[in-house]
């Protein structure tokens, strides 16, 4: 845990990062989170905009969207700082800044076990730190790959979606099976793993019939499914958003019920608590 002064140094760095970054335009444009105006909802919005573009017309024109959400093992945990000084360097960031956070990553150390044996770390970013995100982002080259037509590759910090569009199944696992293979090469090189077990794909489109793309990490055979949950979004093929309407209105329905059975022991239902609960449903929506 940090203190209120490493909190209020983590927040001079990053202003002063961010600021920076900015200014100079070094940062990749589908690189989103942490960032102003790159939040959750524009990654989504990036998405659906590609997904729904492909979707009009007649329906036997219309092409195939593939997205595939790939798991970073342990991303924040592995960051190498070897990765990231380099990075900084790259992107000129001001030589004093680049001191400061070669001095911030230095002398760290976790406790491990019931017997707190304590262990220097040498990579990784601080999880739960507002710098360390942002360290993360600027570090990882991984958006400069070349795609080839076709294929974009999504960051938010270190949830990574590879959109593909083609024809047909076929054509978009030629595609995309290429891009999954840069990827992880890319990760092994820099020190970072994917987890094959924990990644996603699911076509979208509003196509009748098609054949699933055959989409292969790391030798593991990735099956598309009929939804998938990305970015708190549960997105399904036809992009109906049926099941996360259905999973966030029983959420909301469940959350209100809770707190209505609490409203007899505190004096009943007034304005103010009917707004509460009112509130509170409309959270587990949104």
Not at 150 to 178: H, K, M, W, Y
Not at 243 to 260: D, F, G, M, N, R
């Amino acid at each position: 845990m940090l203190d209120s002064t490493g909190k209020l140094l983590e927040r001079l760095i990053l202003t002063r990062l961010n600021d920076h970054l900015d200014s100079t335009g070094l940062r990749s444009p589908y690189q989103y989170g942490f960032r102003r105006g790159r939040s959750t909802e524009d990654a989504i919005k990036r998405l659906l905009v590609t997904a729904q573009g492909v979707a009009q017309g007649a329906a036997r024109n219309r092409d195939l969207c593939v997205a595939v959400s790939l798991d970073v093992r342990n991303a924040f945990n592995t960051a190498p700082w070897r990765r990231i000084d380099a990075a900084l360097r790259e992107k000129k960031v001001p030589s004093y800044l680049i001191r400061l956070i070669r001095s911030y990553f230095q002398d760290r150390s976790i406790l491990v076990g019931q017997t707190l044996l304590r262990r220097s770390t040498t990579c990784g970013v601080p999880q739960g730190s507002v710098l360390g995100p942002a360290l993360w982002n600027t570090g990882t080259s991984l958006l400069e790959l070349e795609m080839p037509q076709g294929v974009q590759l999504v960051a938010f910090v270190d949830d990574v979606c590879v959109l593909g569009i083609s024809r047909n199944g076929e054509s978009t696992a030629t595609l995309i099976n290429p891009v999954l293979e840069a990827v992880a090469e890319w990760m092994n090189t820099n020190g970072l793993q994917l987890a094959p077990a924990k990644t996603e794909a699911i076509v979208l489109t509003r196509k009748n019939l098609y054949n699933d793309p055959e989409l292969i990490v790391e030798g593991h055979l990735i099956q598309a499914k009929q939804s998938m949950r990305y970015l708190g979004v549960e997105l399904d093929t036809s992009l109906m958003f049926t099941k996360h309407v259905q999973q966030a209105s029983s959420k909301a329905s469940k959350s209100a019920l809770t707190i209505e059975r609490l409203m007899p022991n505190v004096g009943g239902p007034s304005q103010c608590k009917r707004a509460l609960l009112g509130t509170v449903a409309n959270s587990k929506i949104l």
